[in-house]
């Protein structure tokens, strides 16, 4: 199984970069996932990393270190809406072979003016 | 674009009562998955599938089954509801291989009274 951190809660202002952790432990590591979700809704894909290095995606940016078990979310330029919850994922084989997705428990980040 | 439907979106149902939640996903996804998300536990999973007919155990599958007897519909069955299975319920779906997104569902208010 997997065990996968990432901060409760974080507040910035719009505008400005925020940076949001998630580390994990798994067995059996087969990408790592984060997600965007809305009060109320159901969560959307941001962004898939499965080898280390930086994905960029707009104002979005996904890093991943295998090594250390570690990935960060980058906010930039950073908007009312993009106050939500900020969930990783990390991807594994299960027991019967198939890949199997656990999330973290997620960041609530607030932006405010 | 890939669309994955959960039949209700909001349920009231009194304790004891058999409750049916069902989804069908439309991308002839092999993994079907389900989830409740309550606040501060994040997304945990219940149940999932690999195949038709094929099901294995998540995290918490205490209180729930699951059927899976076409490979486009996964239904989550709640034999007897109690008042702790008041949650979020969503369903997602994928393909088994590397590297491919999780799609989820809008989600299930389920409220047992």
């Known amino acids: 199984g997997q065990n996968i951190d990432q901060p409760t809660e974080m507040t910035a202002t719009e505008g400005a970069i925020v940076q949001i952790n998630c580390t994990y432990q798994?067995?059996?590591?087969?990408?790592l996932f984060w997600y965007q979700q809305h009060a109320g809704e159901a969560p959307t894909f941001l962004s898939y990393?499965?080898?280390?290095g930086l994905e960029e995606k707009g104002r979005f940016s996904s890093f991943l270190s295998r090594s250390k078990g570690y990935s960060y979310l980058l906010l930039k330029e950073l908007q009312m809406k993009d106050s939500a919850s900020y969930l990783c994922?990390?991807?594994?084989?299960?027991?019967?072979?198939?890949?199997?997705?656990?999330f973290g428990r997620g960041t609530s980040l607030i932006v405010h003016p | 674009d890939v669309k994955v439907t959960q039949s209700s979106r909001y349920l009231v149902k009194r304790t004891g009562e058999k409750v049916f939640l069902e989804c069908v996903q439309d991308?002839?996804?092999?993994?079907m998955f389900w989830y409740r998300q309550d606040p501060g536990l994040g997304l945990r999973l219940i149940y999932f599938?690999?195949?038709?007919?094929?099901?294995e155990k998540g995290d918490i599958p205490e209180g729930y089954s699951v059927s899976r007897e076409k490979k486009e519909r996964f239904s989550l069955i709640l034999e007897s509801a109690s008042t702790n299975q008041t949650s979020m319920y969503l369903c997602?779906?994928?393909?088994?291989?590397?590297?491919?997104?999780?799609?989820f569902g809008e989600g299930s208010w389920l409220t047992v009274v």
């Open positions: 798994t067995s059996g590591f087969n990408g």
């Open positions: 994922a990390v991807r594994d084989k299960g027991a019967g072979g198939s890949y199997i997705p656990t």
């Open positions: 997602a779906s994928s393909f088994d291989r590397s590297g491919n997104t999780i799609y």
């Open positions: 991308m002839d996804h092999e993994n």
């Open positions: 990393n499965v080898l280390d």
């Open positions: 599938s690999y195949d038709v007919k094929m099901k």
